[in-house]
Nanobody, 125 residues
Framework: QVQLVESGGGLVQAGGSLRLSCAASGRTFSSYAMGWFRQAPGKEREFVAAISTSGYRTNSADSVKGRFTISRENAKNTVYLQMNSLKPEDTAVYYC??????????????????WGQGTQVTVSS
């Protein structure tokens, strides 16, 4: 069982930056691949970025490549999403996810998925 708590969301102007954090409970954080998803009003939840258990492998959606960076600190049971050059279309609720592998955490959802409660990111133009 893993509990995930996101923080760091807020209101920012276009071109600005935010760093989201996701703190995980439990002693097995390092055994989970981690990911970030987002859901804008009226849209389906979409994949943003993911990172392997070790942190050596990452992948991200084309829409955020070069702007968003995912990282993790296993000693702190925390995964981060650094978001730079934010655009109004990045406005969404951002969710942290944990799953059994990098491939599975990239999928929309799986039976083994854990989710956080979400944090709102609003980018004004």
């Amino acid at each position: 069982q893993v509990q995930l708590v996101e923080s760091g969301g807020g209101l920012v102007q276009a071109g600005g930056s935010l760093r989201l954090s996701c703190a995980a409970s439990g002693r097995t954080f390092s055994s989970y691949a981690m990911g970030w998803f987002r859901q804008a009003p009226g849209k389906e939840r979409e994949f943003v970025a993911a990172i392997s258990t070790s942190g050596y492998r990452t992948n991200s959606a084309d829409s955020v490549k070069g702007r968003f960076t995912i990282s993790r600190e296993n000693a702190k049971n925390t995964v981060y999403l650094q978001m730079n050059s934010l655009k109004p279309e990045d406005t969404a609720v951002y969710y942290c996810a944990a799953d059994t592998s990098l491939a599975s955490v990239t999928a929309t959802s799986t039976p083994s998925r854990y989710w956080g409660q979400g944090t709102q990111v609003t980018v004004s133009s």
